[in-house]
């Protein structure tokens, strides 16, 4: 079964430094997605892409943040400027369909340090 | 707005014994709703999801969930219990617009003993 892949599966960074984590989607799909777990807490909803622009995102996703797909494979979230808050685990996923109407498929994400 | 509420951080059952997480919802709006699974170490998988099609929904590994309006509620039932379903559960809720987000509940560490 075709599967989301991220990497790396852990990164570690120091506080200011910019950091790129990466996304392969699954290659049918069109709806892609970043979320984030910070240890102990519930799964977040950072932000949403389709056609080639952020569909929705949440107030979590300031300047700090962009999302990009920069070849028809990849789909990666850019953390400018890392801050201690932003350890977290980042899961990437995709879908065929937005609003329910096709499941998101998670990756196994990838855990992010700031120290 | 949507949210969810899952009623109790940990479970633990027996191996065989009954299998119930609790799920409640709020939303303005017609939801869509999602049971998945983390297994140590994984990502999410999906186990079930509810699109307003029928009420009880059966999913993957034997899991299935019943939308009741009324309540305003999606437990997670399964009938018997094994060893390897002990993983953390995530119900969420989406509204049905076009790529609108999940909301994530806090989860449910579920712990099956022998």
């Known amino acids: 079964e075709p599967e989301v892949t991220q990497t790396p599966s852990h990164q570690v960074t120091q506080m200011g430094q910019e950091v790129i984590l990466r996304c392969v989607p699954i290659s049918n799909h069109l709806y892609f997605y970043w979320y984030r777990q910070i240890l102990g807490q519930k799964v977040e909803f950072l932000v949403s892409f389709y056609n080639n622009e952020i569909s929705e995102k949440s107030e979590i996703f300031d300047d700090q943040f962009s999302v990009e797909r920069p070849d028809g494979s990849n789909f990666t979230l850019k953390i400018r400027s890392t801050k201690l808050e932003d350890s977290a685990m980042y899961f990437c996923?995709?879908?065929?369909?937005?609003?329910?109407?096709?499941?998101?498929?998670f990756g196994n994400g990838t855990r992010l340090t700031v120290t | 707005a949507q949210s969810v509420t899952q009623l109790g951080s940990h479970v633990s059952v027996s191996e065989g014994a009954l299998v119930l997480l609790r799920c409640n919802y709020s939303s303005s709006v017609p939801p869509y709703l999602f049971w998945y699974v983390q297994y140590p170490n994984q990502g999410l998988q999906l186990l079930l999801k509810?699109?307003?099609?029928?009420?009880l929904v059966k999913g993957i590994n034997g899991f299935e969930a019943e939308f009741k309006k009324s309540e305003t509620s999606f437990h997670l039932t399964k009938p018997s219990a094994h060893m390897s379903d002990a993983a953390e559960y995530f119900c969420a809720v989406q509204a049905q617009t076009s790529g609108s987000r999940l909301t994530f509940g806090e989860g449910t560490q579920l712990t099956v003993n022998p």
């Open positions: 996923a995709s879908s065929e369909a937005g609003g329910g109407r096709s499941p998101l498929h």
């Open positions: 509810y699109t307003s099609a029928a009420t």
